[in-house]
């Protein structure tokens, strides 16, 4: 009983560099999520998609991309990763109603 | 704009005390209130409280909507240490997206 997976769980970026990080679940749910959570900080949507080849912009959108080719996965592409890109990172799907996270990923940016 | 907005920021309490967390919204278009809890790493989803289903109780963990007044309470009864955890509130404005507030840190002292 996967749920929501989430890849890498730790990574350290130099500035400028690219990285794709990874979601995927296994709930056949239509909606899916990537939100960021700076310390001392609620959960700040990036992107979202609330189905196979359809995606927009959260609250947060700026230096990330998102692609949604199956219901299963959801990547979140960094271009030129930015120091103020350091956080924790969750990916999230939903039926609707109750959003189910991953187990986040820690990003730092040097 | 959707806001969500939680207090107290953080509380700290002894074992055996009864703490209850607030949280309020603006809302454009309301569908739902969720509550989660954030230990190490993903939240897990506690309630979600409608119109149709304005309180929910599991266990010590009881939780209300105010629909008129726009908010929600969540309360821990006979609180114990596994209880220190960031409460995170959340409200799905219609869109399946959901707006998180900042949380309340809770501190249990044994």
């Known amino acids: 009983n996967a749920g929501v997976t989430q890849t890498p769980k730790f990574r350290i970026l130099k500035i400028g560099q690219s990285m794709t990080l990874q979601c995927t679940q296994d709930?056949?749910?239509?909606?899916m999520y990537w939100y960021r959570q700076d310390p001392g900080m609620g959960l700040k949507l990036i992107y979202y998609?609330?189905?196979?080849?359809?995606?927009d912009k959260g609250e947060v959108p700026n230096g990330y991309n998102v692609s949604r080719s199956t219901t299963e996965d959801f990547p979140l592409r960094l271009e030129l990763a930015a120091p103020s890109q350091t956080s924790v990172y969750f990916c999230?799907?939903?039926?609707?109603?109750?959003?189910?996270f991953g187990q986040g990923t820690r990003l730092t940016v040097v | 704009e959707d806001k969500v907005v939680q207090s107290p920021l953080s509380l700290v309490v002894h074992e055996g005390d009864t703490v209850t967390l607030n949280c309020s919204y603006e809302?454009?278009?309301?569908?739902?209130l969720l509550w989660y809890k954030q230990e190490k790493k993903a939240p897990t989803f506690l309630f979600m409280l409608?119109?149709?289903?304005i309180e929910k109780k599991s266990g010590r963990l009881s939780s209300i909507l105010d629909k008129k007044e726009l908010f929600s309470i969540l309360n821990i009864t006979a609180t114990q240490t596994g209880d220190s955890a960031i409460y995170l509130c959340?409200?799905?404005?219609?869109?399946?997206?959901?707006?998180f507030g900042t949380g309340t840190r809770l501190t249990i002292i044994p």
């Open positions: 999230a799907s939903s039926y609707p109603g109750v959003a189910f």
């Open positions: 709930m056949n749910h239509n909606y």
């Open positions: 998609s609330v189905g196979a080849g359809i995606t």
């Open positions: 809302v454009t278009n309301f569908r739902s």
């Open positions: 409608t119109s149709s289903g």
């Open positions: 959340a409200v799905n404005f219609g869109n399946e997206k959901l707006t």
